[in-house]
């Protein structure tokens, strides 16, 4: 069993950047691929990015490569998302998962979900 609680999401400028963070509960934290989701007001929840169990491979969507830096911390049992060049578009609740395999993670089929902070970029 994994608990994940978001945290770092807040109102920003277009341009600005921003660092959210996912604490894991449990010491199995390095046994999961994470990854981060969002989902805009009416719109679908979209794949952000996903990360390996120790760090070695990390994936993106299309929307967020270049900007977006996804990290991780197993002595902390934390994951992160380094967000630059923010941009209105991006605004949505974040999400963090935690899945048993890249494939799964990264389709949406994770085992385990956070419950979201909101991230709110003005024009």
């Known amino acids: 069993q994994v608990q994940l609680v978001e945290s770092g999401g807040r109102l920003v400028q277009a341009g600005d950047s921003l660092r959210l963070s996912c604490a894991a509960s449990?010491?199995?934290?390095?046994?999961?691929?994470m990854g981060w989701f969002r989902q805009a007001p009416g719109k679908e929840r979209d794949f952000v990015a996903a990360?390996?169990?120790?760090?070695?491979?990390?994936y993106y969507g299309d929307s967020v490569q270049g900007r977006f830096t996804i990290s991780r911390d197993n002595a902390k049992n934390t994951m992160y998302l380094q967000m630059n060049n923010l941009k209105p578009e991006d605004t949505a609740v974040y999400y963090c998962?935690?899945?048993?395999?890249?494939?799964?993670?990264?389709?949406?089929?994770?085992?385990?979900w956070g419950q979201g902070t909101q991230v709110t970029v003005s024009s």
């Open positions: 998962a935690a899945g048993s395999s890249t494939v799964l993670v990264t389709s949406g089929q994770a085992d385990y």
């Open positions: 449990g010491r199995t934290f390095s046994s999961y691929v």
């Open positions: 990360i390996t169990w120790r760090g070695y491979r990390t």
